[in-house]
């Protein structure tokens, strides 16, 4: 059974460019989240898709955005890149929907962003 | 809103030590816990979580946690550490209904040969 794919695994971006990251849960998982990963800050969430539709938000600005498809697999978006951005991202599937047993996340590698 | 406190950035044991890897949640409501497991360059790894039942529950890799809601933990535990367990591990929690879980800052665990 594949796991959670993502791509690309590395990504070296300018300040104020945009970038698109993508990953593909495992088959059968339609609840598709986001972190941000960084020494600093440790694990911050994103944003969680679930059937096309983004079901939870975390704190960030607008310039991180997400979209899901039909075929579960999910992209997020950060335009006019900061400095700050620089971090390693993760995508996570899971079995979970709306109501019953909380089963988990299952983690890709991730892309790991770096801003210059 | 939770909240999941690892005490302890870094803990340091010798290989075949008992590795005690701390963790403590803020909740008034019975709350889903996991540990999870980080390997250079890798995402996260499951390594056990605690829903309902037993509060015992065993992992992957010989790990296994305790819950104890009277005093608000979770701690890992492993009776002989090996050299491969040497990652940083996460402890989460989540309740109130919402199936997103707030991390803890991470605990990086170093065994000496």
């Known amino acids: 059974k594949a796991g959670v794919t993502q791509t690309p695994r590395y990504l070296i971006k300018t300040r104020g460019q945009q970038v698109t990251l993508s990953c593909s849960p495992i088959s059968g998982h339609r609840s598709v989240s986001w972190y941000q990963q960084t020494p600093g800050q440790g694990l911050q969430f994103l944003f969680e898709?679930?059937?096309?539709?983004?079901?939870n938000k975390g704190n960030f600005p607008g310039r991180f955005s997400g979209r899901q498809f039909s075929n579960s697999r999910s992209e997020m978006n950060v335009s006019t890149l900061e400095l700050g951005d620089s971090a390693l991202y993760l995508c996570?599937?899971?079995?979970?929907?709306?109501?019953?047993?909380?089963?988990?996340?299952?983690f890709g590698s991730g892309t790991r962003l770096t801003v210059v | 809103a939770q909240s999941v406190t690892q005490l302890g950035s870094h803990v340091s044991v010798s290989e075949g030590a008992l590795v005690l890897l701390r963790c403590n949640y803020s909740s008034s409501v019975p709350p889903y816990l996991f540990w999870y497991v980080q390997y250079p360059n890798q995402g996260l790894q499951l390594l056990l979580k605690y829903t309902t039942g037993a509060t015992l529950v065993k992992g992957i890799n010989g790990f296994e946690a305790e819950f104890k809601k009277s005093e608000t933990s979770f701690h890992l535990t492993k009776p002989s550490a090996h050299m491969s367990d040497a990652a940083e591990y996460f402890c989460a929690a989540s309740s109130g209904g919402s199936y997103i879980p707030t991390f803890g800052r991470g605990t990086s665990l170093i065994v000496h040969p």
């Open positions: 898709y679930f059937s096309e539709t983004q079901r």
């Open positions: 996570a599937s899971s079995l979970n929907i709306l109501t019953g047993t909380n089963y988990g996340y299952t």
